[in-house]
Protein backbone atom coordinates (compact mmCIF):
# COMPACT_ATOMS: atom_id res chain seq x y z
CA UNK A 1 0.00 0.00 0.00
CA UNK A 2 1.16 2.92 -1.23
CA UNK A 3 1.67 5.87 1.99
CA UNK A 4 0.39 9.17 2.05
CA UNK A 5 3.08 11.53 4.06
CA UNK A 6 0.88 14.30 3.61
CA UNK A 7 -2.02 12.13 5.49
CA UNK A 8 0.15 10.73 8.24
CA UNK A 9 1.70 14.22 9.17
CA UNK A 10 -2.80 15.67 9.43
CA UNK A 11 -3.60 12.21 11.54
CA UNK A 12 -0.63 12.91 13.74
CA UNK A 13 -1.85 16.37 14.28
CA UNK A 14 -5.54 15.32 14.89
CA UNK A 15 -4.18 12.94 17.01
CA UNK A 16 -2.20 15.13 19.50
CA UNK A 17 -5.67 17.87 19.19
CA UNK A 18 -7.88 17.25 22.72
CA UNK A 19 -11.38 16.73 21.89
CA UNK A 20 -12.73 20.36 22.84
CA UNK A 21 -10.39 22.40 20.79
CA UNK A 22 -10.21 19.88 17.71
CA UNK A 23 -10.15 22.73 15.21
CA UNK A 24 -7.75 25.27 17.27
CA UNK A 25 -4.87 23.58 16.17
CA UNK A 26 -5.98 22.68 12.25
CA UNK A 27 -6.49 26.59 12.10
CA UNK A 28 -3.11 26.81 13.81
CA UNK A 29 -2.02 24.65 11.05
CA UNK A 30 -3.48 26.44 8.88
CA UNK A 31 -2.31 29.77 9.53
CA UNK A 32 0.98 28.23 9.39
CA UNK A 33 0.84 26.78 5.94
CA UNK A 34 -0.20 29.56 4.59
CA UNK A 35 2.66 31.54 6.18
CA UNK A 36 5.16 29.02 3.89
CA UNK A 37 3.15 29.62 0.85
CA UNK A 38 3.89 33.22 1.14
CA UNK A 39 7.55 32.63 1.88
CA UNK A 40 7.54 30.14 -1.46
CA UNK A 41 4.41 30.83 -3.63
CA UNK A 42 5.79 28.49 -6.73
CA UNK A 43 5.75 25.06 -4.19
CA UNK A 44 3.23 22.98 -5.28
CA UNK A 45 3.21 20.35 -2.00
CA UNK A 46 2.85 23.61 0.23
CA UNK A 47 -0.61 24.03 -1.50
CA UNK A 48 -1.51 20.39 -0.86
CA UNK A 49 -1.12 20.61 2.55
CA UNK A 50 -2.95 23.30 2.78
CA UNK A 51 -5.65 21.59 0.71
CA UNK A 52 -5.70 19.08 2.91
CA UNK A 53 -6.17 20.97 5.96
CA UNK A 54 -9.24 22.88 4.57
CA UNK A 55 -10.43 19.69 3.82
CA UNK A 56 -10.31 18.47 7.00
CA UNK A 57 -12.28 21.37 8.18
CA UNK A 58 -14.88 21.04 5.80
CA UNK A 59 -14.12 23.97 3.61
CA UNK A 60 -14.43 22.34 0.64
CA UNK A 61 -14.10 25.21 -1.68
CA UNK A 62 -10.69 26.18 -0.18
CA UNK A 63 -9.29 23.12 -0.24
CA UNK A 64 -10.93 22.37 -4.52
CA UNK A 65 -8.66 26.15 -4.83
CA UNK A 66 -5.79 25.24 -3.23
CA UNK A 67 -5.57 21.54 -5.01
CA UNK A 68 -6.12 23.24 -8.28
CA UNK A 69 -2.86 26.00 -7.59
CA UNK A 70 -1.14 22.81 -6.91
CA UNK A 71 -1.75 21.37 -10.31
CA UNK A 72 -1.14 24.47 -12.16
CA UNK A 73 2.34 24.89 -10.51
CA UNK A 74 3.17 21.14 -10.59
CA UNK A 75 0.66 19.13 -13.82
CA UNK A 76 2.97 15.80 -13.58
CA UNK A 77 1.91 15.54 -10.16
CA UNK A 78 -0.44 12.55 -9.74
CA UNK A 79 -1.31 13.04 -6.25
CA UNK A 80 -3.60 15.98 -6.92
CA UNK A 81 -6.35 13.34 -8.36
CA UNK A 82 -5.91 11.44 -5.71
CA UNK A 83 -6.19 14.40 -3.56
CA UNK A 84 -9.26 16.32 -5.94
CA UNK A 85 -10.68 12.58 -5.67
CA UNK A 86 -11.21 12.39 -1.95
CA UNK A 87 -12.84 16.08 -1.71
CA UNK A 88 -15.43 15.44 -4.98
CA UNK A 89 -16.33 12.02 -2.73
CA UNK A 90 -17.10 13.62 -0.11
CA UNK A 91 -18.81 17.07 -1.65
CA UNK A 92 -21.42 13.83 -2.85
CA UNK A 93 -19.67 14.63 -6.38
CA UNK A 94 -19.22 10.98 -7.50
CA UNK A 95 -18.42 11.10 -11.30
CA UNK A 96 -15.85 14.02 -10.50
CA UNK A 97 -14.78 11.85 -7.93
CA UNK A 98 -14.22 8.91 -9.88
CA UNK A 99 -12.63 10.62 -13.14
CA UNK A 100 -10.34 12.07 -10.83
CA UNK A 101 -9.22 8.83 -9.14
CA UNK A 102 -9.66 6.88 -12.19
CA UNK A 103 -6.52 9.25 -13.59
CA UNK A 104 -4.35 8.32 -10.60
CA UNK A 105 -5.12 4.50 -10.14
CA UNK A 106 -4.37 4.72 -14.27
CA UNK A 107 -0.50 6.18 -13.09
CA UNK A 108 -0.21 4.45 -9.73
CA UNK A 109 -2.10 0.92 -9.67
CA UNK A 110 -1.35 0.03 -6.02
CA UNK A 111 -2.66 2.95 -3.87
CA UNK A 112 -5.03 0.52 -1.40
CA UNK A 113 -7.23 3.97 -0.42
CA UNK A 114 -7.84 5.61 -3.67
CA UNK A 115 -9.08 1.71 -5.38
CA UNK A 116 -11.50 2.31 -1.96
CA UNK A 117 -12.35 5.68 -2.67
CA UNK A 118 -13.15 4.68 -6.86
CA UNK A 119 -15.12 1.82 -5.83
CA UNK A 120 -16.98 4.19 -3.13
CA UNK A 121 -17.77 6.51 -6.50
CA UNK A 122 -18.79 3.64 -8.56
CA UNK A 123 -21.10 2.21 -6.34
CA UNK A 124 -22.70 6.09 -5.50
CA UNK A 125 -22.75 5.96 -9.98
CA UNK A 126 -24.23 2.94 -9.85
CA UNK A 127 -21.85 0.97 -11.53
CA UNK A 128 -21.40 -1.74 -9.11
CA UNK A 129 -19.66 -4.75 -10.77
CA UNK A 130 -17.02 -2.25 -11.24
CA UNK A 131 -17.09 -1.37 -7.63
CA UNK A 132 -16.64 -4.93 -6.53
CA UNK A 133 -13.54 -5.45 -8.97
CA UNK A 134 -12.22 -2.11 -6.95
CA UNK A 135 -13.03 -3.71 -3.61
CA UNK A 136 -11.67 -6.77 -4.35
CA UNK A 137 -8.45 -4.97 -5.71
CA UNK A 138 -7.81 -3.01 -2.89
CA UNK A 139 -8.46 -6.00 -0.74
CA UNK A 140 -5.62 -7.72 -2.05
CA UNK A 141 -3.27 -5.06 -2.62
CA UNK A 142 -3.65 -4.45 1.09
CA UNK A 143 -2.44 -7.41 3.84
CA UNK A 144 -4.53 -6.16 6.42
CA UNK A 145 -7.54 -5.10 5.21
CA UNK A 146 -10.08 -3.90 7.45
CA UNK A 147 -13.89 -5.39 7.91
CA UNK A 148 -14.81 -1.92 5.57
CA UNK A 149 -13.71 -3.35 2.68
CA UNK A 150 -15.35 -6.46 2.86
CA UNK A 151 -18.35 -4.75 4.33
CA UNK A 152 -19.19 -2.99 1.21
CA UNK A 153 -18.16 -5.16 -1.15
CA UNK A 154 -20.89 -7.50 0.21
CA UNK A 155 -22.89 -4.59 0.12
CA UNK A 156 -22.38 -3.50 -3.63
CA UNK A 157 -22.97 -7.33 -4.48
CA UNK A 158 -26.08 -7.43 -2.64
CA UNK A 159 -27.59 -4.41 -4.51
CA UNK A 160 -26.67 -5.90 -7.91
CA UNK A 161 -29.39 -8.05 -6.73
CA UNK A 162 -30.53 -11.64 -5.21
CA UNK A 163 -28.74 -13.72 -7.77
CA UNK A 164 -25.71 -12.13 -6.28
CA UNK A 165 -26.60 -12.80 -2.24
CA UNK A 166 -24.22 -16.22 -2.27
CA UNK A 167 -21.18 -14.10 -3.70
CA UNK A 168 -21.68 -12.16 -0.98
CA UNK A 169 -21.74 -13.81 2.01
CA UNK A 170 -18.65 -15.46 0.38
CA UNK A 171 -16.95 -12.50 0.62
CA UNK A 172 -18.16 -12.27 3.86
CA UNK A 173 -16.52 -15.20 5.46
CA UNK A 174 -13.84 -14.74 3.48
CA UNK A 175 -13.36 -11.64 5.47
CA UNK A 176 -14.63 -13.58 8.40
CA UNK A 177 -11.66 -16.48 8.04
CA UNK A 178 -8.91 -13.53 7.66
CA UNK A 179 -10.07 -11.40 10.39
CA UNK A 180 -11.82 -13.19 12.48
CA UNK A 181 -15.15 -12.83 14.20
CA UNK A 182 -16.32 -9.17 13.49
CA UNK A 183 -19.39 -8.64 14.66
CA UNK A 184 -20.61 -6.09 11.99
CA UNK A 185 -19.70 -9.13 9.28
CA UNK A 186 -21.38 -11.75 10.80
CA UNK A 187 -24.96 -9.49 11.33
CA UNK A 188 -24.51 -8.35 7.93
CA UNK A 189 -24.15 -12.33 6.83
CA UNK A 190 -27.23 -13.11 9.00
CA UNK A 191 -29.50 -10.37 7.09
CA UNK A 192 -28.50 -11.97 3.55
CA UNK A 193 -29.12 -15.59 5.05
CA UNK A 194 -32.50 -14.22 5.69
CA UNK A 195 -33.17 -12.27 2.71
CA UNK A 196 -32.47 -15.52 0.69
CA UNK A 197 -34.41 -17.38 3.20
CA UNK A 198 -31.84 -19.26 4.82
CA UNK A 199 -32.92 -19.21 8.10
CA UNK A 200 -31.24 -22.17 9.60
CA UNK A 201 -27.65 -21.02 8.46
CA UNK A 202 -28.95 -17.52 10.04
CA UNK A 203 -29.53 -19.29 13.18
CA UNK A 204 -26.75 -21.23 13.22
CA UNK A 205 -24.41 -18.02 12.50
CA UNK A 206 -26.44 -15.86 15.37
CA UNK A 207 -25.88 -18.55 17.57
CA UNK A 208 -21.86 -18.61 17.33
CA UNK A 209 -22.37 -15.00 18.62
CA UNK A 210 -24.67 -15.75 21.14
CA UNK A 211 -21.98 -18.58 22.26
CA UNK A 212 -19.16 -15.86 22.97
CA UNK A 213 -21.28 -13.26 23.89
CA UNK A 214 -21.10 -12.13 27.63
CA UNK A 215 -24.53 -10.71 27.62
CA UNK A 216 -27.09 -12.80 25.94
CA UNK A 217 -30.32 -10.98 25.93
CA UNK A 218 -29.78 -8.88 22.74
CA UNK A 219 -28.68 -12.33 20.79
CA UNK A 220 -32.14 -14.23 22.67
CA UNK A 221 -33.95 -11.19 20.86
CA UNK A 222 -32.48 -11.26 17.69
CA UNK A 223 -32.87 -15.00 17.65
CA UNK A 224 -36.59 -14.41 18.35
CA UNK A 225 -37.13 -12.56 15.15
CA UNK A 226 -35.67 -14.81 12.97
CA UNK A 227 -37.26 -17.59 14.02
CA UNK A 228 -40.98 -15.39 13.65
CA UNK A 229 -39.92 -14.87 9.90
CA UNK A 230 -39.31 -18.35 9.25
CA UNK A 231 -42.72 -19.25 10.68
CA UNK A 232 -41.96 -20.55 14.17
CA UNK A 233 -43.92 -18.60 16.43
CA UNK A 234 -43.88 -20.83 19.54
CA UNK A 235 -39.66 -21.24 19.25
CA UNK A 236 -39.98 -17.32 19.10
CA UNK A 237 -41.74 -16.48 22.23
CA UNK A 238 -39.95 -18.71 24.16
CA UNK A 239 -36.76 -17.21 23.01
CA UNK A 240 -38.39 -14.11 24.02
CA UNK A 241 -38.99 -15.55 27.23
CA UNK A 242 -35.44 -16.44 27.87
CA UNK A 243 -34.22 -12.75 26.50
CA UNK A 244 -36.73 -11.50 29.43
CA UNK A 245 -35.27 -13.42 31.97
CA UNK A 246 -31.75 -12.82 31.14
CA UNK A 247 -32.46 -9.19 31.32
CA UNK A 248 -33.84 -10.31 35.16
CA UNK A 249 -30.82 -11.54 35.87
CA UNK A 250 -28.52 -8.38 35.18
CA UNK A 251 -27.22 -6.16 37.67
CA UNK A 252 -29.81 -3.36 38.60
CA UNK A 253 -27.62 -0.72 36.85
CA UNK A 254 -28.17 -2.41 33.35
CA UNK A 255 -31.41 -2.73 34.05
CA UNK A 256 -32.38 0.50 34.79
CA UNK A 257 -31.07 1.97 31.22
CA UNK A 258 -33.16 3.43 29.12
CA UNK A 259 -32.17 1.38 26.40
CA UNK A 260 -32.60 -2.06 28.59
CA UNK A 261 -36.36 -0.71 29.46
CA UNK A 262 -37.23 -0.26 25.90
CA UNK A 263 -35.54 -3.47 24.78
CA UNK A 264 -38.12 -4.98 27.41
CA UNK A 265 -40.72 -3.19 26.23
CA UNK A 266 -39.89 -5.08 22.63
CA UNK A 267 -39.76 -8.04 23.99
CA UNK A 268 -43.24 -7.94 25.46
CA UNK A 269 -44.88 -6.83 22.76
CA UNK A 270 -43.66 -9.34 20.47
CA UNK A 271 -44.66 -11.65 22.78
CA UNK A 272 -48.03 -9.65 23.50
CA UNK A 273 -48.57 -10.25 19.28
CA UNK A 274 -47.45 -13.89 19.25
CA UNK A 275 -50.19 -14.57 21.79
CA UNK A 276 -52.80 -12.70 20.63
CA UNK A 277 -51.95 -14.73 16.74
CA UNK A 278 -52.18 -18.02 18.37
CA UNK A 279 -56.03 -17.29 19.64
Not at 42 to 48: G, K, V
Not at 159 to 177: F, P, S
Not at 194 to 223: C, M, Y
Amino acid sequence: MRSDPIAIALCGLLLCATPVLAHEPVEASITRATAEIEKNPEDARLYLKRGELHRVMDKHALAEADYARAAALDPDDPEVDFYLGRLFLAKDQPAKAEASLSRFIARDPGHTTARMLRARALVKLGRRPEAVEEYTAAIGLHGGAGPDLYLERAQALAGMGDAHLDAALQGLDAGLGKLGPVVTLELYAIELEEKRGNFSSALGRLDRILERSPRKDTWLARRGQILELAGRPAEAREVYEQALNAISKLPEARRSTPATADSQARLRDAMARLENASE
